[in-house]
Every structure is written in C-alpha cells, then in structure tokens.
C-alpha cells in the first residue's frame, strides 16, 4: 500500500491529492514510525518565468513556461558566442493544495540548490530568503497556508552578481535556477531539529580503534507547542545485515520548546571499518518516542562509517593506521546541455568513475554539491573534501564575512554525518586579486582583512566539527601566501600547482614541493588542485605546453605523478579536474569550457583517464589510446603506410601488440604506458593489444579509421584526394562531422604544402607558442580557425590532373576589441592589439578567385569564413595558389582539397 502510493506521488496528475491523503492519515498501522517523517517530492509541474511577477496575483497561464526541477535557466546561453549569460531574477511558481487536517503536522519546503538568492512567498507572504547557491535550506510553510484552497508558492531565483555573496569571480559559471530537487517534509510538532536543513542528529566516534569503536549522537529536539510531554529518545546502530549492533535510549522530560540530547551508545567490539578498499555502513536510526502513547513522533537514519584518520606532515595520510597516498580528482556540478541541473543518477555516476579510475579521493570543489555525492562517496569508499565557494577574492564587508559563515555552517551541518568527508574547506585563492596595482598600502589592508577572514572561518569549522581537518587551498604564489600569514592558519594546506601549463615547466612543480615542504616541515600538505587542457579533439606529434593535445596532457600528469608519488609528505594529489566542466568566460580550443577533465564534458574517458587507471588500478587493465581517427603523410614516396607512435596504458609489466595481424612484438611499460610505431595503412586498422596478468590474458582492441596521404601526389587517384591541413599548427584535429585536419608542411616538390609566411602568434601572450587563444565565432572547431599562416605566398599541391573542390578558410585573428583579463590568468592580462590593415589576392592557376580580399570586412573579426571554388589541373600542373598583399600580410587558416574526378 505504501508503496503504491509512493509511486504515485511521483505522478504528476495524481500528485497533490495523493500527497495530502497521506499526510491527512493520521496512522498507518504498524508502519506508524515511517509516517513520522514523511518527505515527498516537490519536482513536477512548476511555472517559469524570466518576467516579473508580483507574488499573491492570479497564477499566469499564458507566456510561462512549464519545467520541473532540477531546472537553470542557463544551459544553452553559456555555449553561444554572446559573452555571458543571464544573470537575474527568475520566478517559478506552484500550487500546493492542503486540507486542514494535514496541518496539524509542520509542512516544510525544502530546496537542495537554488543559485543563489531565493524568495520564498506563500500566497503571497514572504516565508524566507536564503542566500547562497549551494547548501539547502528549508521553511515552513504551516502559518501561511490556507487549507482546502491553491496554496501558491512563488520563488524568486536571482543569479545576478552580488558583491556580498560568495562567489564573485571564478573559472566556473554560476548557473542560476531551481536546480536540485524540491521536497515537503511533513514532521510531528516534537521532532528533530530542522535548523539550517540538518536532519537534526549529528553522529561523533569519539574513539574508533580494529577492536572498539564508542559512537554518540546528539542534537535537539523541537517541541512547537511547548506541550509537556516524557520523551524517550532511541538511538539504535544495525549492520549491513540488519541486525543490532548497539542500542541506548534516553529520557527527557520536554517542558518548554526545545530540549538538547546526547545518547553515547554502548561500545561497539571489534567493528567493521570503513576504508576505500572496504567501505561498510552502519546505519544510526535515532527515534523520538512520546512515553504515554508509545508513538514515535519523529525518526532519522544515517549511515555510519567507522574510521579514523590523520595527516602527517611527514609520512602522509593514515586511515585506520594503514598508509595511503590520496590521489582523486575536483568534480563542478555541471554536465553537457544541461547546466547544473542534473539528475542524482549523474552525480552519482561521477563518484563511481573516479573509483574506477582507481582514484580515492573526491575534492568536492568549489562549493557543496548534490546530497548524492557524498552519499555515494560514503558507499564506494572515496574520501571527500568539501568547501564553501570563497573563491578569487573576497569583499571586505561585515555582510559577505556574515554570509560565509553561514554556508560554513550550513555546509558542516548539512554534511556532517558523511564517513567519506575528512576536510572542510573554506577559501580557494584568494590571495590573486591584483586590483591594487601599486597600492601596497591598500593591498597589505586587504591581505589583512582575508588573513582575519581565514581565522574566523577557521574557528567557526572547528567548533563546529572538531572531528575534521580544515584546509585551505592557495594559488602557486608561495611567498605571499606566507607573507600575508594564510599558510599558519588551517589545519591542512592546499596547492593548486599548474607549472608547465600556465608558465614555466613540468619540472618545476617537484621543485616547489620541496621548498613548500622545507619551508614548513610540520605542516601537511595536499596538491589540491593540477592539471592540463586536454581537447579530446587534438593531438600532436610534437606536443607543447598549451597546445591543448592529449599527448601533452598524458605527459604533464605522467611527470606530476611521478613526483608526488616519490614524496611520502604529498598526503594528496588531487586533479583538476574528473571532468571537463563550464566556464562561460573562457576561450581557447573549446570555447566556454575548461578541458583539463579527464573526462569529457559529458564523460567520456580521454587518455588520461586510461592514464591513471593503469597507474593506480590493482585489478589487471589493458587500454589502447582512445585516438581513432588519426591522419597523416605516407612514410615514403613509394608507401602506402604511415607511422605513426600508439600508446597501450596498462598496468601489466608487459604489453604486445598486433596491427592488421601482424605480431608488432612485446614490450615493457612504464609508467603505466608503452608506445609502438604503428605501421597505418589507409582506412581501417585493427590494432589488438594484450598482456598476461596471474596466467589469463588481458585483451583490449581498438579499430582505428586512419587517412593516409600520399607523398607522391601526382602518382595518387584524384578521387583518393583529400587533404585537409592547418596553417601555422602543429596539432592534428578532428572536426565536428568527422574530418581529420593535419598540419601543413613547407612546400616540396611532388607533395603538397606552403610557402612564405609564419605562423600567427598571438602578441603579448607568453603561454602559446602559435594561433590564438580566443573564441572564433560562428563555428565550434575553433582549432581550424585559431591559427594562421601570416604572409603566405602560396600553397601548391602537385595532384594529377583532374576537377577538385578547393575550400580556403580564414579568419581575421587581430583584432581592436582586447581579450577580458580572466581572474585567474595570473601572467596573461589582456591581450592588447590592434586589427591590423590587409587586403590580398588569392589566384589559383592563375586565375583570380578573390580579388582585393580583405577578411575582417567580409566575415567580421575572429569569425569563421570560407571560400569554396571548384578548380581543374590541367598539363601536369597541379594546383598553385598564391597570395598576393596589397596591404598588409596574405593570411590563410586551413585549406581543403578535395578530388571530385578525373
Ligand atoms: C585554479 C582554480 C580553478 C580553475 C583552475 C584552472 O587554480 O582554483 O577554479 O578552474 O585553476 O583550470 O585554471
Ligand atoms: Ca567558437
């Protein structure tokens, strides 16, 4: 019977009267307890406006939009080529129905994630405000309600900056909407405390050791009438079978409103830890019971992980005495399409990839996520920080200080019984803001107030949660994080170390843990955040520092890796980041995301991925690199093959290989990795990799879709013909529908390249080597654009005669309109530059196909542009195209050639 109605709860039609007969039944026989709290959903059928709405009016029918929760209004206009995206106030609206006898209960809303202002109205009465984006918030609803009639609830959502509430800045996007789930929570009027959404019982393991384990539970219990009454109060602890472990009841002679408790159970012997490898569940029931009626007003289950722990600024972590290096990833909130507003399914989904990446460890960055995450953390066995979004910078007034306390405690509350949590985490960088230039005085005031800041949040979470370290996570800036005193004040440091990427090189990323470590031989660390762009769409056989390949991220995590693995005092490497994730404000290769994921944006595993599960896997695993298309010239003039280096990532000692059938040999990996040059032939290669691990074979096989180009061009068949090359790259990129693009190649006789000119480089930007780093409109292969051959003379491809189709492509990379300084580009401020004058003539065997060209008039500046022609070789001539300035430099992006016949 319950289980039927539940079910139909979540039929939209039937919702509210099915709601409100169970919450009018005043006793379910026998199952009485699990009425005691009732939760429902509250998802289905809101009314969304972006409009304004005066609260209490008639409920609008015509222009709104019907949308059920998780809903954000944001997840298509952060993609688009207009920088930002809506930051405002938003309404939705839903009615609730009630019948008066439901009211004898208090009927709660509450929200898991609004962003991150909301208005809660009831028939038009404001109910509450909350402030802030990423903890929950509850309201009752009771004297507002109206029974037997629409009860409209309206929210107002507001996304806009808001000087005084965290975040400010940050390389995420805020995503505004109503984008966690909405329930009603029915409880009696003596029940568990409801105060700043906790579930009301906070469970402590004041002593956990392999042979006894002591739990309390304590909390406070709400008396809304004041009506006298004896209470007992129950806390049980069961196994995962069932069965009682531990039992203690309490009684409390409830007088006034409210009464405090604390119950310590009863030894546990020989408990079952909790621990990554093993991560068992207790479950804590806590009930309220009324001792003259015998009814249980009010019951809470939480789930209970027995550990301990500790860092060591030397040696490392230690759960349960047992060493372990912590090695993880940050994890955004967001998924591609749909914003922020993500199934539980999803959430959940990331924490088990992280743990089949063999990952142990869960930042939850930058802000308190979605109740699932933490619970499948608590179930997989992954270890979590979690942290308020103090990110980039603070304002210094009483209000923003009041309102980070707040999510402080909202977040240590709301979170508190979660065994995977072991950190709280409460400011990330904020020591980057340079708005103070040369006002040094002004600065030291401002480091001043984030170092007082730091101290207050620090207490706060330690009176909070003694049990739990407190951290805080700081740029690689070490001297001014020592200077300014933030290092002394948590309890844990964090850095976010990104050498080699931003500036300077792999390498020196050791060399600033050993002076951190030197500097501060006491305290542990943690590398909190690194990590490297890695477009799923690139790579490169001569891979650089922000060029964005896959093959240069493989190798920056390989030597970061490597270095924290040697360093026993590096309790925790931490990636940036499990997932590809939004930020509106960013350019480069993909546009309004930041790819340093390991997965895709909607996770799919890069090489990296493979990376570390063949670093940190115990289980036998074998995968050959995800690159499926790959592209490239034919090893000779007279080949039909090309080779090119594969990478296998295993950890097995040793891997072999097969290609078309044929035995490329065995050979031993390290590092995880072991690398063939691959003999491709054109079209499909079937590569087959195995390993043996303990006797049984390990296999993996990958078909592999190659486009090989003939060196000797005017030997091929016109219609084999298709070339598709990058001017001023060294990347290969496969685009949107499918083509494969190489890099072109100075001109050589009997092949195909250009000549004159260099690649475009990007003027006062120190981090790439070629192309620019800014979003090309009208088109998402924004690789195909963002370089350029600057001054090109011509471009030849010796091909037989025959009819082609030629695709020339441009676009105008100087431009007037400066790149914004993105807060946490440390060395790169705005680009400044100006559009320079060109106008040029581009003839193809000598006849005109664009005369008196000029890019930025015809197609406007950094926007996709092509020119298609078709062209006949003619007399062994090939095709010849030239470049002829009239001002300024020729420029072409990516050329095309297609042979269409003979
Ligand atoms: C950081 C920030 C993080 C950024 C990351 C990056 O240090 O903490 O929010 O997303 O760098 O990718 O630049
Ligand atoms: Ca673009």
Not at 16 to 40: D, E, I, P
Not at 491 to 511: H, P, R, S, V
């Amino acid at each position: 019977m319950l289980f039927k109605l539940r079910e139909l709860l979540y039929n939209k039609t039937y919702l509210k009267s099915v709601l409100y007969t169970l919450l009018l039944t005043s006793t379910l026989c026998g199952k009485a307890y699990s009425q005691s709290r009732l939760v429902t959903g509250f998802n289905k059928g809101w009314l969304f406006t972006k409009d304004n709405f005066e609260p209490g009016a008639k409920n609008p029918e015509i222009g709104w939009q019907q949308v059920s929760i998780p809903h954000t209004w944001n997840a298509n206009d952060v993609m688009d080529d207009k920088p930002g995206y809506y930051r405002g106030a938003c309404w939705y609206v839903k009615n609730l129905t009630v019948q008066s006898a439901s009211l004898q209960k208090k009927l709660y809303l509450y929200i898991n994630g609004a962003n991150q202002v909301t208005d809660v109205y009831v028939n038009g009465h404001k109910a509450t405000t909350h402030i802030g984006g990423y903890t929950r918030f509850c309201v009752e609803l009771n004297s507002y309600l109206r029974p037997g009639t629409n009860n409209q609830i309206a929210l107002r959502v507001d996304n806009s900056f808001n000087e005084d509430i965290p975040p400010l800045t940050a390389d995420f996007t805020f995503f505004g909407g109503l984008y966690r789930d909405v329930e009603l929570t029915a409880v009696n009027n003596t029940h568990f405390s409801l105060n700043k959404a906790a579930n009301g019982v906070f469970i402590t393991t004041p002593r956990v050791s392999a042979t006894k384990a002591l739990v309390s539970v304590q909390g406070r219990i709400n008396n809304e009438q004041g009506i006298s009454k004896k209470l007992r109060v129950v806390a049980e602890i069961t196994g995962s079978n069932g069965k009682q472990v531990a039992h203690r009841a309490t009684v409390i002679n409830m007088i006034n409103k409210g009464s405090d408790f604390k119950i310590s159970l009863p030894e546990i012997a020989n408990p079952h830890l909790w621990a990554p490898e093993d991560p068992y569940l207790y479950k804590v029931t806590c009930s309220i019971i009324d001792v003259l009626s015998g009814k249980v007003l009010d019951r809470v289950t939480n789930n209970l992980g027995l550990r301990w722990y500790k860092f060591d600024a030397e040696k490392g972590f230690f759960l349960n005495d047992k060493p372990y290096k912590l090695i993880g990833a940050s994890r955004h909130q967001d998924f591609e399409g749909l914003g922020n507003a993500l199934p539980d399914s999803y959430h959940k989904r990331d924490v088990l990839l992280l743990k089949k990446m063999g990952g142990n460890f869960l930042r939850v960055a930058h802000y308190p996520q979605d109740k699932s995450v933490l619970d499948a953390c608590d179930s997989l066995g992954i270890l979590a920080s979690v942290e308020i979004p103090v990110v980039n910078a603070i304002t210094e007034t009483d209000a923003f200080t009041r309102n980070s306390k707040n999510m402080l405690v909202e977040m240590i509350r709301q979170n508190f019984n979660h065994p995977s949590i072991i950190i709280w985490a409460y400011m990330n960088e904020v020591l980057l803001k340079p708005e103070f230039g040369n006002d040094k005085p002004r600065q030291a005031v401002y480091f001043k107030n984030v170092r007082d800041l730091a101290a207050q949040l620090d207490s706060l979470a330690r009176i909070e949660d003694p049990s739990r370290y407190t951290m805080i996570a700081c740029h690689g800036d070490y001297n001014r994080y020592k200077q300014v005193g933030l290092i002394d004040i948590p309890m844990l440091i964090g850095w976010n170390l990104y050498q080699g990427w931003y500036g300077g090189k792999t390498e020196d990323f050791a060399k600033f843990l050993d002076k951190f470590h030197a500097g501060y031989p006491k305290l542990p660390m943690l590398v909190t955040e690194y990590g490297a762009d890695a477009d799923a769409r690139i790579r490169s056989l001569s891979p650089e520092r922000f060029d964005k390949s896959i093959d240069y991220a493989v190798d920056f995590h390989r030597v970061y890796l490597k270095a924290m693995q040697s360093r026993p005092f590096v309790t925790a490497g931490i990636i940036w980041n499990l997932a590809d994730f939004s930020s509106e404000e960013r350019a480069e290769t993909t546009p309004h995301i930041n790819a340093k994921g390991l997965l895709t944006q909607n996770r799919q595993p890069k090489d990296v991925y493979f990376f570390y599960q063949a670093n940190l896997l115990k289980t036998p695993f074998l995968k050959i690199s995800n690159w499926a298309y790959p592209t490239g010239l034919a090893d000779s003039l007279d080949h039909n093959i090309c080779t090119q280096p594969l990478t296998v990532f295993s950890n097995l000692s040793q891997v072999s290989i097969k290609v078309n059938g044929k035995n490329l040999g065995t050979k031993s990996t390290a590092d995880g990795m072991a690398v063939w040059n691959v003999p491709f032939l054109n079209g499909r290669n079937i590569i087959e990799a195995s390993g043996n691990a303990d006797g049984s074979t390990i296999r993996d096989r990958s078909v592999v879709g190659f486009s090989l180009i003939p060196t000797n061009l005017p030997a091929a068949k016109v219609t084999d013909i298709k070339i598709n090359a990058l001017l001023g790259s060294k990347r290969q990129f496969i685009s949107k529908d499918g083509t494969v693009w190489l890099p072109a190649q100075p001109y050589v006789k009997g092949s195909f390249g250009f000549t004159g000119g260099e690649p475009y480089k990007l003027k006062g930007n120190n981090r790439l080597s070629y192309g620019t780093d800014r979003n090309i409109n009208l088109t998402d292969d924004d690789p195909v654009y963002q370089t350029q051959q600057v001054g090109i003379q011509s471009f030849h491809f010796d091909v037989p005669d025959g009819e082609y189709q030629l695709t020339l492509h441009f676009a105008e990379l100087t431009t007037n309109n400066p790149a914004g300084a993105l807060a946490y580009n440390l060395d790169n401020n705005a680009n400044k530059q100006a559009l320079d004058d060109r106008v040029f003539t581009v003839e193809v065997n000598q006849e005109p196909v664009l005369s008196n060209f000029s890019i930025a008039p015809k197609y406007g500046v950094l926007t996709a542009g092509s020119h298609k022609s078709t062209i006949l070789a003619t007399g062994h001539r090939g095709i010849n195209i030239l470049f002829t300035p009239i001002t300024g430099q020729a420029v072409l992006n990516a050329i095309q050639l297609t042979g269409l016949k003979n």
